[in-house]
């Protein structure tokens, strides 16, 4: 079974604008890390937003977890998170919050109106947004002898490995990050070294 480890998130902050019928629908895009960061950003958001009439939104939080919400904030159900949403299943985003203020301009918009209007705000704060992609990862901690430590670190190298941490002292403790795709195989190479501890973190 192969290993997904690598999802897209927003690296900086977009917003978008859609007007409709003198309604204005405001975007913001951002990533967020888990629900007490969306908790502490709804209330910026609000805060920024204050005298807006709706604050509806979505987000989606990490790629095993499959954690996810939205909210119509007192708009007819289903027809402001749920399009949200749907524009972040969409872009295939992971760990991405997007909130769609609205300003009510006098005319209602009906409920395929308000579908309308909160996809393409949810689409162009996500299209302005900067994305970038990131891997999900293992921690692995190596301990060996002193001697031992040339040898590990060449292959550390060869396997393009990331040192977080490392300790050179009589037991030389070396603390690597690995792709969750090649945990095993990192695993298992260091397993034929007899001088050599491996523990996963």
């Given at each position: 079974m192969e290993i997904v480890d690598t999802y897209t998130?927003?690296?900086?902050?977009?917003?978008?604008?859609?007007?409709?019928?003198?309604?204005?629908?405001?975007?913001?895009?951002?990533?967020?890390?888990?629900?007490?960061?969306?908790?502490?950003?709804?209330?910026?958001?609000?805060?920024?937003?204050?005298?807006?009439?709706?604050?509806c939104y979505a987000y989606r939080l990490g790629l095993e977890d499959n954690v996810f919400r939205s909210s119509d904030d007192g708009e007819p159900s289903g027809s402001a998170g749920k399009p949200i949403l749907n524009q972040i299943y969409s872009y295939e985003m992971y760990h991405t919050l997007v909130v769609v203020v609205r300003y009510f301009g006098g005319t209602k918009l009906g409920v395929s109106g308000l579908v309308n209007a909160?996809?393409?705000?949810?689409?162009?704060?996500?299209?302005?947004a900067k994305t970038e992609v990131r891997y999900l990862t293992d921690f692995i901690q190596i301990t060996c002898d002193y001697p031992h430590v040339d040898q590990l670190m060449r292959f550390v190298r060869e396997e393009n490995l990331t040192v977080v941490n490392q300790v050179f002292e009589m037991n030389c403790v070396l603390q690597v990050e690995v792709k969750k795709s090649l945990t095993e195989n990192i695993l298992e190479k260091l397993g034929f070294w007899h001088e050599i501890k491996v523990n996963k973190l």
């Open positions: 998130t927003i690296l900086t902050q977009g917003e978008g604008l859609y007007k409709e019928k003198g309604s204005k629908f405001i975007s913001i895009a951002t990533a967020v890390q888990d629900e007490q960061d969306f908790k502490e950003q709804m209330i910026g958001i609000k805060k920024r937003f204050y005298d807006a009439r709706h604050h909160y996809k393409t705000a949810a689409r162009e704060a996500i299209d302005s």
